[in-house]
C-alpha cells in the first residue's frame, strides 16, 4: 500500500523532481528527464555492482545541479527510487565508494550512528 504518488511527502526536497524522473515527454515536452539525465553519468561496476557517479564530484561524492541548487547524487537517486527515504537520516555508503550512487548499497543512520560508524571504519582502516 505504498503510493508513489503521496502528496503529504513533497516537503522532501528530491521528492519534488519525482514526477521529472520517469517523464519522458509527450505533448507539451519541455523539462529534461531527471532519470536520464543522471544515467548519463552513471556507469556500472559489473564486479561490485556500484553505480559509478563520473559527473562533477565535490569530496569523492557525485554532486549535481537541479534548478540551480546542489543536491548530492547518491541522495537524490535513494530518494528518487526508495519510499523509505527519510531527509532526517544520513545516507551511508555501504560499500564504501563515495562515488557510487545505486540505493542497493545505501543505508539510512542518524547522524550519530553514521559518525560512530565512521570512527570504526577509519580504526579498522588504521590497525
Ligand atoms: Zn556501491
Ligand atoms: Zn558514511
Keep these: 500500500m505504498v503510493s508513489n504518488q503521496d502528496a503529504g511527502h513533497s516537503q522532501n526536497l528530491g521528492l519534488v523532481y519525482r514526477s521529472q ?56 537517486v535513494y530518494e528518487l527510487l526508495r519510499e523509505d527515504f527519510d531527509p532526517e537520516l544520513d545516507q551511508h555508503h555501504d560499500c564504501l565508494n563515495h562515488s557510487c550512487v545505486n540505493p542497493d548499497h545505501i543505508i539510512q543512520l542518524t547522524n550519530s550512528e553514521h559518525q560512530k560508524l565512521h570512527k570504526l ?7
Design 21 to 76: 524522473w520517469s517523464y519522458n515527454g509527450g505533448m507539451g515536452r519541455k523539462k529534461w528527464n531527471l532519470k536520464d539525465r543522471i544515467f548519463k553519468y552513471v556507469k556500472l561496476d559489473p564486479e561490485t555492482g556500484c553505480w559509478n557517479w563520473t559527473g562533477y564530484k565535490d569530496q569523492g561524492y557525485g554532486c549535481i545541479y537541479i534548478d540551480f541548487k546542489r543536491f548530492l547524487v547518491h541522495r537524490v
Design 121 to 127: 571504519l577509519k580504526m579498522r582502516i588504521a590497525a
